[in-house]
């Protein structure tokens, strides 16, 4: 199981703040887990094809073509700014 967690905007539209789901075996990449998170519905379609959505990875940035695995923390959020 991987551990999703939606923060800000995400969070509102998702309407949970985390979940936990079973990966399957062809999704190994940031990029694959984005198209099989926007393939859940048109909500999640407009939400996970957003241009300026980010992805870590057990507390890293991930870039689309990143490893991901069952049992990873993945953390799904708006771009943040600070000072």
Do not use: C
Request: charged letters at 20%; zero cysteines.
């Amino acid at each position: 199981m991987a551990l999703l967690r939606y923060f800000s905007w995400v969070r509102e539209k998702i309407g949970v703040a985390s979940e936990s789901i079973p990966l399957p075996e062809e999704i190994t990449t940031v990029a694959r887990l984005r198209d099989f998170l926007a393939a859940r519905g048109p909500a999640h379609a407009e939400l996970f094809n957003h241009p300026t959505l980010r992805i870590a990875v057990n507390q890293r940035y991930a870039q689309p073509g990143d490893p991901v695995a069952d049992g990873d923390e993945i953390a799904i959020f708006p771009p943040v700014s600070g000072g």
